[in-house]
């Protein structure tokens, strides 16, 4: 059997030409005798959907990031998987970027991306009740800020500007203070703090190249830390973040490990791979390891 995964509220879920297109190419590629195309928007129970997959089947899912990481945050939870595929057909991509950036793995007609060894060992966020994994990245400060606006101007005028939004949240952020990280146990204390985002990967925001050494494939986290700068000189940093020379400027740290705990954040939320959720002023995040 043949599963193919699409969200209807995608852009390549609302295109019905393009979607019969997509799903044609993934009959034509791995020439199952059976397909069910399902619509991740209308499944209810993850557990009880996947209990009917076989070891023999595969799964391909269609979408960028927000629905991938909706749904491997179901999958990583069932061992024994069959081959699942990522198809490249979202805006962001930034997960296919990540893949891409350990220079080892398995594509398929340079479209389909087997997914399968990063599903249980993906990055895990705890705080209040949340509690998901990630693929690419979770921030917090300047980070979700933007991401919050960005998605809000997105669902009321369908679209926005990323220059314009992050401009305007710039001038708008006051730096947070006090921020207690702690990193495998060692504790650091940042004030004046504009930015801290956690990556599993290199890439996030549609190909901003934030973690440069970060790699999916590895047991460690990438943790940037953008503190003590002014509002100029913030936005010379984020027109480097694309070639990740933002690095060699003295306001960003880099520190890496397995478990993080970040807290006094202001905010009451955060942005986990380009989407917003309610979290509190405690933060921890851990690299799971693969089963």
Known sequence: MLYVLYNLLSKSGKNPRKLFNIVSKTVNTFKKDNLKVIDITKIQDYKKEIDNVKKEDTIVIIGGDGTLTHITDKLRHIKNL????????????????????????????????????????????????????????????????????????????????FFKVSLDCVKKFKPMDNIKLTIDGKEYIFNKVSLISVMNGPYYGAGMKIAPKANIKKDYLSVTIISNIKTIKLLCVFSLVYSGLHTKVKSVTQLFGKNIKIENIPNNFSQIDGEIFETNNRIEIYKKNAD
């Open 82 to 161: 069959p081959d699942i595929y990522a198809y490249k057909a979202g805006t962001g991509n930034d997960f296919i970027r990540n893949i891409k950036a350990t220079k080892e793995y398995k594509v398929i007609k340079r479209k389909f991306y087997r997914i399968n060894e990063y599903l249980h060992k993906l990055p895990i966020i705890k705080s209040g009740n949340l509690e998901r994994s990630f693929l690419n990245g979770a921030g917090f400060g300047l980070d979700a800020m933007i991401a919050k606006a960005t998605n809000d101007k997105k669902n009321k005028d369908g679209k926005a500007s």
